[in-house]
C-alpha cells in the first residue's frame, strides 16, 4: 500500500521542478508567429517527447547507477543539491534568464528542443523521477504510481502551454515571478528532505 502522503510529495515536487506556469512565458516566446494549431501540435509533440523520456529516466536510471556502480543514497544525495540550485535559480530568476539564452529561430520547430528537454524533462525532473522511483519501494505497485503522477504533471503541463496566452495576460510578468519564487522556495525545503534522506540511507546517523 502507498502512503498518500509519498504521493502528494511526489505530485508537488514534479509540479515545482517543472513548473509548468514557467513555461508559459517561454513557450510563448518559442511559438511567436505560429497559428494556434501549429503551437498546439508543437506542445503536444513536446509534451509526448517528454513523457517518454522522464518514463525511460523512471523505470531504467536506477538500474543504470548501479551498473556504474552508484548507490541510491548517493544519488538522493546528489539529486537533492541539483534540485537545491535549481531552487536557487528560481528564487533569484536565473532559471528565467537561463530559459530565455535558449530561444532559438522562431521559425524552427521548438518541440524537441528546447521545449521538450531542456525545459520539461530537464536535468532537475529526470533525477526526480530517478529518486522518486527509487522511494517508491519494492514492487510494481510505486513505480507504475509514480509514473502515473509523471504523466498527470505533464498533461497539467500540457493544458498550461494551450492556456498560455490567456495565462500571460491574467498573471502578468509580476504574476509569473510571484510564482516562480514561492515554488523555488517549496523545491530547496524539498530538496532538503532529499538530501537528509540519502544521508540516512548511507547509515552515517546510525
Known amino acids: 500500500m502507498i502512503e498518500t502522503g509519498f504521493l502528494v ?23 511567436q508567429g505560429m497559428t494556434p494549431d501549429h503551437r498546439r501540435a508543437v506542445a503536444r509533440r513536446a509534451c509526448v517527447i517528454a513523457a517518454i523520456l522522464l518514463t525511460l529516466f523512471g523505470l531504467f536510471g536506477e538500474a543504470v547507477l548501479g ?20 531552487a536557487l535559480e528560481m528564487l533569484f530568476e536565473r532559471r528565467t534568464q537561463r ?21 520539461i524533462a530537464g536535468p ?3 533525477a526526480t523521477m530517478i529518486l522518486l522511483v527509487g522511494q517508491s519501494g519494492p514492487g ?5 504510481a509514480v509514473m502515473g503522477l509523471m504523466l498527470a504533471m505533464v498533461g497539467v ?17 509580476t504574476g509569473t515571478v510571484v510564482i516562480t519564487r514561492l515554488l523555488g522556495m517549496l523545491l530547496a525545503a524539498l ?11 548511507t547509515g552515517l546517523l546510525d
Not at 530559459?99 to 525545459?119: C, N, W, Y
Not at 510494481?140 to 507504475?144: D, E, P, R
Open 124 to 126: 532537475g525532473a529526470i
Open 67 to 86: 551498473f556504474i556502480g552508484i548507490s541510491m543514497p548517493a544519488f538522493r544525495i546528489a539529486g537533492g543539491i541539483l534540485l537545491f540550485l535549481t
Open 99 to 119: 530559459r530565455e539564452g535558449q530561444k532559438g529561430d522562431p521559425q524552427h520547430d521548438p518541440s524537441v528542443f528546447p521545449l521538450a528537454t531542456p525545459l
Open 157 to 173: 503541463t500540457f493544458l498550461f502551454l494551450l492556456a498560455a496566452p490567456t495565462l500571460e495576460r491574467l498573471l502578468g510578468r
Open 9 to 31: 510529495t511526489a505530485f508537488v515536487t514534479l509540479f515545482v521542478v517543472i513548473d509548468p506556469p514557467g513555461l508559459v512565458p517561454m513557450f510563448i516566446a518559442l511559438t
Open 191 to 201: 530538496s532538503v528532505q532529499f538530501v537528509i534522506d540519502g544521508v540516512i540511507g
Open 140 to 144: 510494481w505497485l510505486g513505480t507504475v
